[in-house]
């Protein structure tokens, strides 16, 4: 036997035997009947649907959109906002941009949520950010602008200076060297951590739960965690998990797809 | 924007020279780059600029369209003062062609396109026009079979020919070669001086900063030797290049003309 063979024997040894060992573990403590009842039942689980998807899954994307829509204003100002001439307004957008990065996510949900009836009791609030909607998206928004605003950044910096140089010196003003030469090439930059994003996003409006449970307003996790309490079983959450599932991991492959498309242009 | 009031009469008369640099001063926080540059470029002559790196002569170089803000001193291109705060710079940058040691081509965008953008957004070229005029262009430098290539599966020499034709479709009146060939493999030097030297019989107006002494000797009107921020001497080649009067550029040549005998 080579080396190389006997080498690659004993990983598979190793393999064997590890998971072997984790195997027996499990299977001698965990109660298999009690979880599979709990988890999978498959007449709670059939029950779940259709609200599961007409509720939850189009709730879900319908946060994630306002609070990514949202965030990517929020980025873009901040990023412009950074490079500022002006001192102040560099200022401004680094405080906004550092306090939020260093909140968690569930804490600005709360605040924001709870803080936009008080801060504007003396108006009527319109429909809109009376909703979780409006209250949660608009917090998710604030959230993943001062972390995209960081991407964005970094990929307007990551175009070499020689670019804008090129561009300036055939007589482009600033503003179509930025919006014809480095814009272009910094949004390919910035399309994965942005995606990247996106789908973090995606599963942080499960924290929107905490802003209450006003049927129709619902998204997968909310609804997953009343049926599992009304039912007196976890099922509902095993198929809120398919569903999450069923949009993050397709998403993902999109993504490595454009990436590769984009790079073999450019190549 | 009121051209009368920035135009200055130079000290040769009537005709402005196309560049003139009178005791112009460059410094990168406390470090000086140049320190008192006079220079000048008359209209269609071809002038490299040679010299030690760290002499100073890219930045000189990119003093001339301002990518590099002068700390004082005056720089004239076609007798207007460029570096008058109020000069509105777009029209004067329209007028010089530069070409960058890396090349610079916008990555995103084929070869037709890097040349026709420019001449569609500043000039306002119909994009028929900017197509054609920009075929001519490539076809001039001996790319026009590469026109819907990216940049990126181009080589080197190839690249820079293209930012040749990028910089040549916007009919500038002077041309800047900051080091075209220096970031090139050796056996694809010679494409890009051709297209130079073909430029340079065409009576295009040329500051050409350059490591390479046998296209100075051989294309240049006259060389300028710069060492640390100044011109310490200048002349047409022949004299430059093989009877230099200052002990510093016999040194240099001596370095750069036999490398290989120390």
């Not at chain 1, 999978?40 to 689980?45: E, S």
């Not at chain 1, 949520?113 to 809109?128: L, Q, R, T, V």
């Not at chain 1, 003003?173 to 910035?190: D, E, F, H, K, N």
């Not at chain 1, 129709?216 to 569903?243: D, W």
């Amino acid at each position: 036997m080579s080396k190389r063979a006997r080498s690659i024997a004993i990983q598979w040894g190793i393999f064997a035997v590890g998971l072997g060992a984790v195997g027996a573990v499990l299977y001698s403590t965990v109660s298999w009947a009690k979880l599979g009842d709990a988890y999978f039942r498959w007449d709670v689980f059939k029950a779940q649907f259709p609200v599961m998807i007409t509720e939850g899954v189009v709730n879900t994307l319908f946060y994630t959109f306002i609070a990514f829509t949202g965030g990517l204003v929020f980025a873009l100002i901040a990023a412009t906002m950074r490079q500022s001439q002006v001192v102040p307004a560099r200022w401004l957008a680094t405080t906004y941009v550092e306090v939020l990065r260093a909140l968690p996510a569930l804490l600005t949900i709360l605040l924001v949520g709870y803080g936009i009836k008080i801060a504007f009791s003396d108006y009527e609030i319109p429909g809109f950010f009376n909703q979780n909607y409006g209250k949660g998206g608009l917090a998710l928004a604030l959230v993943a602008g001062a972390y995209m605003a960081e991407s964005i950044r970094a990929g307007l910096q990551a175009v070499p200076k020689g670019q804008t140089e090129a561009a300036r010196s055939l007589g482009l003003s600033s503003r179509q060297t930025l919006r014809r030469i480095v814009m272009p090439q910094a949004l390919r930059i910035v399309v994965p951590p942005l995606t990247n994003e996106f789908v973090l996003l995606l599963k942080d409006t499960s924290l929107l739960y905490v802003l209450g449970v006003t049927v129709g307003e619902r998204e997968l996790v909310t609804i997953a965690n009343q049926a599992r309490s009304a039912s007196f079983n976890s099922t509902p959450l095993t198929a809120a998990a398919v569903c999450f599932i069923a949009i993050t991991l397709p998403l993902t492959y999109l993504v490595k797809w454009v990436e590769r498309r984009t790079e073999m242009r450019t190549r | 924007m009121s051209e009368a009031s920035t135009t200055d009469t130079t000290t040769h008369g009537t005709v402005a020279a196309a560049i003139e640099i009178c005791d112009l001063h460059k410094s990168f926080g406390t470090t000086e780059v140049l320190s008192g540059i006079d220079f000048r470029v008359d209209r269609q002559e071809v002038v490299c600029v040679i010299g030690p790196s760290g002499s100073g002569k890219s930045t000189l170089l990119r003093c001339v369209n301002r990518l590099e803000e002068a700390t004082s001193g005056r720089i004239l291109i076609d007798g207007i003062n460029i570096c008058d705060p109020d000069v509105d710079l777009d029209p004067i940058r329209r007028q010089i062609g530069m070409v960058f040691q890396q090349f610079n081509l916008f990555p995103h965008l084929s070869v037709l396109k890097n040349v026709t953008l420019a001449q569609t957004l500043v000039l306002g070229r119909h994009a028929e026009a900017a197509r054609t005029y920009a075929l001519v262009q490539l076809d001039k430098v001996g790319m026009s079979n590469k026109v819907d290539a990216y940049p990126g599966q181009l080589s080197g020499g190839q690249q820079q020919r293209v930012a040749i034709a990028r910089a040549l479709a916007m009919d500038p009146e002077i041309m800047l070669f900051d080091e075209a060939t220096s970031a090139l493999d050796p056996e694809l030097v010679g494409d890009v001086l051709a297209v130079m030297r073909d430029l340079a019989s065409d009576c295009m107006t040329m500051m050409v900063v350059t490591h390479e002494m046998g296209f100075a000797r051989r294309v240049a009107d006259r060389v300028v030797f710069m060492a640390d921020g100044h011109v310490v001497e200048e002349g047409i080649p022949v004299q430059l290049l093989e009877s230099p009067r200052e002990a510093r550029t016999q040194q240099f040549l001596q370095q750069v003309l036999r490398p290989m005998e120390d």
